[in-house]
C-alpha cells in the first residue's frame, strides 16, 4: 500500500532553517508529481510546493517562494522540502501528499514545525 512517513520538523527561531523529509513506497515514486502542503491551526490545508517527476519542474506558493525549495531523490524514494529564513507565519502541520491516479490521494502523517522565538 501507498505510504508516506515525513519527519524532519522541529521547533526553530525565526530565521532558522530545517530540512524536511517524505520517503515514500508502494507505488512508483519515480512516475508521479509531489506536493507538500501545510495546514496552521484554525486554518485551511494550503499547497506549499510542487516538484515534477524529474525534479525539473518545482512551483512554489508566493509566500514561501525564495525561502523554500523542494527535490526529490528518486533512487531513495524520498521528496525534500528545505526552509530557510522561517517565518512565525510558517508554523503548521507540514505533510506529503501524492495523486496516484485511479488509485487516489494519499497524505502521510505529517511532521509540525514551529516557529518561535
Known amino acids: 500500500q501507498v505510504q508516506l512517513v515525513e519527519s524532519g520538523g522541529g521547533l526553530v527561531q525565526p530565521g532558522g532553517s530545517l530540512r524536511l523529509s517524505c520517503a515514500a513506497s508502494?507505488?512508483?515514486?519515480?512516475?508521479?508529481?509531489m506536493n507538500w502542503y501545510r495546514q496552521a491551526p484554525g486554518k485551511e490545508r494550503e499547497l506549499v510546493a510542487t516538484?515534477?517527476?524529474?525534479?525539473?519542474?518545482?512551483n512554489y506558493r508566493d509566500s514561501v517562494k525564495g525561502r523554500f525549495t523542494i527535490s526529490r531523490d528518486n533512487a531513495k524514494n524520498t521528496v525534500y522540502l528545505q526552509m530557510n529564513s522561517l517565518k512565525l507565519e510558517d508554523t503548521a502541520l507540514y505533510c506529503c501528499?501524492?495523486?496516484?491516479?485511479?488509485?487516489?490521494?494519499?497524505w502521510g502523517q505529517g511532521t509540525q514545525v514551529t516557529v518561535s522565538s
Open positions: 508502494g507505488f512508483t515514486f519515480s512516475s508521479y508529481v
Open positions: 501528499h501524492v495523486y496516484v491516479g485511479s488509485r487516489g490521494n494519499y
Open positions: 516538484i515534477g517527476t524529474t525534479g525539473g519542474i518545482t
